[in-house]
């Protein structure tokens, strides 16, 4: 299956599907953190490839909820607008299937309610970060490891020059279940 990662530097999902035995390649205006398929550029450079299965992480500043007393300020110079066409144009391509992601923001009024929301503790991870997920004929993720002991860390992580790739970068558990659940084992696949 051909996997397009929108807006990740990281190469964490990317890889999580590369490892099963995917064509997958992630996309951001950024470099990558890790060595792999990466095209750094716009994402609307790659879109119309042939792509089965699209997962966008479109940056949030401008629509996430927790910066709401910021939206009069990005409403008025275009900001929001701005970020508003970004998420719809990546909800509304062409790809089969798409699993658009986000905190909690904006666009479960503008567009629509989310079909899940996640957090990282049910995939193996003692935090709490709750994640909507838009989803385009893929069922919902099921969890894979709940555990106890939950901290919200990221909420309270210190302000710093990387502090934004810290709370960006996508938990290796959920994107673990997103390879297993939405792309099969590939190599398994292959083999029978």
Known sequence: MRVLVACEYSGVVRDAFTALGHDAMSCDLLPTDAPGNHYQGDVRDVIDGCWDLMIAHPPCTHLSVSGAKHFAEKRVDGRQQSAISFFMMLVKSDIPM???????CIMSSLYRKPDQIIQPWQFGHGETKSTCLWLKSLPILQATNIVEGRSD????????????KERSKTYQGIANAMANQWGG????????
Do not use: S, T, Y
């Open 153 to 164: 860390r990221i909420h309270k992580m210190p302000p710093g020059p990387d502090r934004w």
């Open 185 to 192: 084992n590939r190599q398994m696949e292959l083999a029978a």
């Open 98 to 104: 798409i699993a658009v992601e986000n905190p909690v």
